[in-house]
Each structure stands twice: as C-alpha cells, then as structure tokens.
C-alpha cells in the first residue's frame, strides 16, 4: 500500500472552469498536495504517458483530446491514497459513478471525465515521475 497517487484534471475539466472545485474536494477528502504544476501536453507528450493504450482503438482520440487544453497534474498524498482516490472521483463513466464524486459532478462523458486517477500504486509512482522530478516532490 502507498500513500501517494497521481492526479490530471484534464483539459474538459479545465475548460470548463472546474480546476479550483475539483482541487478543493481533493483537498476536503484529506489528501495533501505534494507536486503541482499546470501544463499544456504536446501529442507526444500525451502519447508517452498513454502508451498503455496505445493498441487500443480509442488511443488517438484520447491523445487529440489530451492535447487539445491545459491540464493540471498532481501528486497527492494520503493513507491509502490511490483506493481513495478513485472512490472521491467516481466510475469512469459518469453516467455510473456515485453521487458526490468528482466525475459525477464535472464529467461530461465517458471520454471527457474530467480527471485522470492512478489505478495501482506502481503506476501512481511512474504516473508521478513522468510529470515530476524528485526535486519537484515534496
């Protein structure tokens, strides 16, 4: 278990005027922010981090969107930070997440669900350090 996960509000949510909402909910649940910044993703850039997904048919859609705006990544910290998380942010379909979650509250579709959250602890640490040097964590 770690105490650490790794957040994007991503460009829907930014757009839309969400960021400051969505911070202070994060904030409200009792996660401590470790690393911020605010950046614009370049299509390479948004490649890398979802090479994961690269064989998926939705790969390129998602890069086109997570390139199209400014983005808010973070590290936040917690006991049991990434089970947390993805409670306080709801299923990635909002029509299907739980009243009071941020997806509930921000998302406006499955593909633009308004914040990104860390599935396991080993990715919550590369997640981290893609956006984050160690001399960015704190």
């Known amino acids: ?24 909910m994060i904030n409200a649940a009792g996660f401590r922010i ?4 605010m950046t614009h993703l370049s299509a390479d850039k948004a490649g890398a981090f979802y090479a994961v997904h690269k064989e ?17 990544a973070a590290i936040l910290e917690k006991e049991n930070a990434v089970e947390d ?3 306080l942010i709801g299923a990635t379909n909002p029509a299907n997440a739980d009243a009071g979650t941020i997806r509930k509250l921000y998302a406006t579709s499955l593909g633009e669900n308004a914040v990104h959250g860390s599935d396991s602890n080993e ?5 981290g350090d893609f956006f984050f040097s160690k001399l960015e964590q704190f």
């Open 34 to 37: 470790v690393a911020m910044k």
């Open 123 to 127: 990715n919550a640490a590369i997640e």
């Open 1 to 24: 278990m770690s105490n650490r996960t790794f957040t994007m509000i991503k460009p829907d949510a930014t757009a839309n005027g969400h960021t400051g909402a969505i911070l202070q």
């Open 85 to 87: 998380f993805r409670k």
């Open 56 to 72: 998926r048919p939705f790969y390129g859609e998602l890069v086109e969107f997570m390139s199209r705006g400014p983005i808010t």
